[in-house]
């Protein structure tokens, strides 16, 4: 994880964070959601010592990117800016998981109190079946849904990225999307977390030739020190540069993008693409202890499950228990039990399902499953509600921008798994999702 910031007195402060928050941000993350947490911050993660700045607050995972963000603050642009900014330089540099061709979700807090939320997750391809990663005797196919063009739906990212922008950016587009081009045409050097993530991957990247092509150095993994060059995705940023979102959903890349999918077996086509839209809505938000946190609404579920999981945390005297002590830890692993049953038997794709959000974020709710809670036993997830097995892993990346006017951004976006499906279309550099 990687924290610069873009300089001033220490006003803006980065701190260590309990068990408590750790554990809940942790629950946050994996559904891909994303809030202003509270007053920390994901470079807590990775560094024991306090960060401060006085005229904003770049966090990503890679720190060329994290430095592409800190200089569109100080050349003046917005949060929002810095946020589109980083966005495609993740793509270049973190390329695991930064993207154009996944997806992701954007909070945002105005300087004046405003708040919106970006959804710009991917679409299943119109002729996606409910039955299409099963075998003809209904058992699942292994690797189907995870690897190659199949397993590609449609992407949200250049959608979210371009619609943040316009709507909410104050610099022009080639000045966020041309630390990228760089990047790409001229390469980085790659140094050791770069080349372990490359090479956790090799042999699956091995089995595309486009995508080998770019992420192997002549079939073998990259070593320290090595330039990772990257023209074709160069070309394309050159497109979207140049035409906005329709530089990816139209012409060149799309036509490249589609040819690709339907000779790898994929159902993407041009209509598909073309009718891809970002969607806005309205954040989830509540209190705790003082603190407003704002965070994703459905499709993801993290928003609800955190507030769920506050609220019921909030009728507990964590700071009187002590920080890592017994009760206090029973106390949020059932919170956390109760806001997961409900998350995975209750919440789902809001274009299809009721979601009882407000009673699931109600604190008389929280008050009902705190009743329910003994104090001296763990909880049986059976007897609570639907259980689903745990199949989250780490494979994404989340941001957090502020600037110095106090607008913030909190975006997450991913491929889901590690390079996503490892598939390219050829002539456009992107890796696409699965």
Not at 224 to 233: A, D, F, N, S
Not at 304 to 322: H, K, S
Request: net charge negative; aromatic share 6%.
């Amino acid at each position: 994880m990687s924290l610069l910031a873009a300089g001033g007195k220490p006003n803006i402060r980065a701190r260590r964070i309990d068990v408590a928050a750790i554990a809940l941000l942790t629950a946050c993350l994996l559904p891909a959601c994303l809030g202003l947490l509270i007053a920390v911050s994901a470079a807590d993660a990775a560094s024991d010592r306090p960060v401060a700045a006085g005229k904003g607050m770049v966090v990503s995972a890679q720190h060329l990117a994290t430095g592409v963000g800190v200089d569109i603050l100080k050349a003046g642009g917005n949060a929002i800016d810095a946020a589109v900014a980083v966005g495609y330089a993740l793509a270049v540099v973190y390329p695991a998981a930064g993207n154009l061709g996944g997806g992701g979700f954007m909070t945002i807090r105005f300087a004046d109190g405003r708040t919106t939320f970006l959804d710009f997750r991917e679409k299943a391809p119109r002729a996606a079946r409910k039955d299409m990663f099963l075998d003809r005797d209904g058992n699942v196919i292994s690797g189907a849904a995870t690897s190659g063009w199949l397993a590609v739906g449609v992407p949200g990212t250049v959608s979210g990225l371009e619609y943040a922008r316009k709507k909410y950016g104050t610099i022009r587009r080639a000045a966020l999307i041309d630390p990228a081009i760089r990047l790409a045409e001229d390469g980085f050097v790659l140094q050791q977390g770069d080349v372990d993530v490359l090479a956790s991957a090799s042999d699956d990247l091995k089995r595309f030739p486009a995508t080998a092509a770019i992420f192997l150095d002549k079939g073998q993994p990259f070593t320290v020190g090595q330039k990772l060059v990257q023209r074709e995705l160069a070309d394309t940023l050159r497109l979207i540069g140049k035409h906005g979102a329709d530089g990816f959903y139209a012409g060149r890349t799309a036509a490249a993008i589609v040819k690709a999918s339907r000779s790898g077996g994929g159902i993407i086509d041009q209509d598909d693409l073309e009718r891809y839209k970002t969607r806005e809505l309205a954040p989830i938000e509540c209190d705790y202890r003082g603190y407003h946190v704002i965070s994703a609404p459905p499709p993801s579920s993290g928003g609800v499950a955190l507030c769920e999981m506050l609220n019921i945390l909030e009728g507990y005297p964590l700071r009187e228990l002590g920080y890592g002590s017994a009760q206090a830890l029973h106390d949020e692993i059932e919170a956390m039990r109760h806001a997961f049953a409900d998350r995975s038997s209750l919440l789902g794709d809001p274009d299809f399902v009721g979601n009882p959000v407000r009673e699931l974020v109600d604190k008389k709710y929280a008050a009902k499953i705190r009743d329910a809670i003994a104090p001296d036993k763990a909880g049986v997830s059976d007897a609570i509600g639907q259980v689903i097995e745990p199949h989250e892993g780490s494979n994404t990346t989340h941001f957090s921008i502020i600037d110095d006017a106090g607008n913030a951004v909190s975006m997450t976006y991913t491929l889901n798994d590690w390079f996503g499906a490892k598939v390219v279309a050829t002539g456009t550099g992107v890796l696409m999702n699965d």
